[in-house]
């Protein structure tokens, strides 16, 4: 049980010390939730603009209007498609050492932990931190993104809505995927990484 407990202070300092090491990895994983979460919810914002619009003046169009809709959310599959494997391209080589502070830090810790179920559950931790630090930041991001375009619009009287808000709720179920990606690339590619120095001297 100690041993659990100083991993994860361990994990912890860590993270907090060199969070600025782990800037490119955090940027990686953090775009894509910006650009997927900021598209949900301006979407759902739109939808509920377009489905009170409709009721008042149009409600007969509103088949045409919501299979227009629609097929504008289709065509993001490629883009979203797109962003998800650059992230992975990218994150492949990132944890694998272009990032030399983290590289360094790697190897400190396997200097520390020199037995590798130790050092796995170390580096788990620390990129599980990793990736929690980079979804939260995409997602607050993204919200404070989304409100601000849509005063923007509003103020230039493009979409007339006096009150509108933001429901987060509904754009976690579309981001979900993608955050479990992201999880599941970084501590994976920690541990490879561990796995493939730790023997080193």
Not at 14 to 37: E, G, K, M, V
Not at 172 to 178: K, N
Request: glycine share 2%.
């Amino acid at each position: 049980m100690r041993r659990w407990v100083y991993v994860v202070d361990a994990s912890i300092r860590l993270f907090i010390r060199d969070i600025n090491s782990f800037r490119l990895l955090i940027i990686n994983a953090a775009i894509p939730i910006i650009i997927l979460t900021t598209y949900e919810l301006l979407v759902n914002m739109l939808n509920t603009y377009v489905g009170s619009l409709i009721i008042t003046a149009a409600p007969y169009s509103r088949p045409i209007i919501s299979n227009a809709i629609y097929f504008i959310n289709s065509m993001t599959h490629s883009i979203i498609t797109a962003i998800v494997m650059i992230f992975f391209v990218t994150s492949v080589f990132m944890v694998n050492g272009l990032v030399r502070s983290l590289r360094d830090d790697f190897r400190a810790v396997i200097n520390i932990f020199r037995s590798g179920a130790s050092v796995t559950t170390y580096i788990t931790l620390i990129m599980l931190l990793i990736s929690v630090y980079s979804i939260a930041l995409g997602i607050s991001i993204s919200v404070a993104l989304a409100l601000v375009l849509m005063k923007i619009l509003t103020t230039l009287s493009i979409i007339p809505v006096i009150n509108y808000g933001i429901d987060v709720v509904t754009a976690l179920p579309a981001i979900s995927p993608l955050a479990c990606i992201i999880c599941i690339t970084y501590i994976t590619e920690g541990i490879i990484w561990v796995r493939r120095y730790a023997p080193l001297p």
